[in-house]
């Protein structure tokens, strides 16, 4: 079934520095989510790419979607401590309304 | 204010027990869902319905067990046959079509006794 890979596993970074963590799959994707779990939190939605390089930006967030739709980044600019979390992509898997979702990123930020 | 509900948020199991997590949602989305998640795993998929009274397994069904009676419940029974069942469970709930966004519960965390 659709596999997506997403690296790195965890990232520490000192307050002010920038994040991205990516996503890759071996398939052309139809589309990809990113979701944001605070820690004891549950995921929450953060965005969705559908087009082949599809940039969108949430304030400080910004999000991509490669042009073979084979991959996915999303970087945040001068990391806050209210960044920390894990963040998770998912693409939904062929034609069925089941999301798969990568392992996430785990984000420390170091006041 | 619409949204999912899980409950307990906490749970111990015996050996030898099944046990049941409720969900709940009144956002009035079609597709439910049970995810299991466990450290550096990510989520994986238990079972999802998308209409009363039909459901699917997912990518870990084994030992566990669900049921669609009413289009706002979705409860998940973690069976004796689960031998690793010490995990954080998260339900979640979507609209049909057009990759709709998942809306998650807050999750119920089980532990063995």
């Known amino acids: 079934g659709q596999q997506v890979m997403q690296i790195p596993q965890y990232q520490h970074v000192q307050e002010g520095e920038d994040f991205t963590t990516y996503c890759n799959s071996s398939?052309?994707?139809?589309?990809i989510q990113w979701y944001k779990q605070r820690p004891g939190g549950h995921p929450v939605f953060l965005i969705q790419l559908v087009k082949s390089g599809e940039v969108k930006k949430q304030k400080r967030l910004t999000f991509q979607f490669g042009e073979a739709k084979k991959n996915s980044s999303l970087h945040i600019t001068a990391t806050q401590t209210t960044d920390v979390g894990t963040y998770f992509c998912?693409?939904?898997?062929?034609?069925?309304?089941?999301?798969?979702f990568g392992k996430g990123t785990k984000l420390t930020v170091n006041p | 204010d619409g949204g999912i509900t899980q409950s307990p948020k906490y749970l111990f199991r015996k050996e030898g027990q099944n046990v049941t997590l409720s969900c709940e949602q009144n956002?009035?989305?079609?597709?439910m869902y049970w995810y299991r998640q466990d450290p550096g795993q990510g989520l994986r998929l238990i079972y999802y319905s998308q209409i009363v009274n039909d459901f699917q397994k997912g990518d870990i069904a084994e030992g566990y067990s669900v049921s669609r009676e009413k289009k706002e419940s979705f409860p998940l029974t973690v069976t004796s046959a689960q031998k690793n069942p010490t995990a954080f469970y998260l339900c979640?709930?979507?609209?049909?079509?057009?990759?709709?966004?998942?809306?998650f519960g807050d999750g119920t965390r089980l532990s063995i006794l």
């Open positions: 398939t052309t994707l139809s589309n």
């Open positions: 956002l009035n989305h079609d597709a």
């Open positions: 998912a693409v939904t898997q062929g034609g069925s309304e089941k999301l798969v």
């Open positions: 979640a709930s979507t609209r049909l079509g057009g990759y709709q966004p998942q809306h």
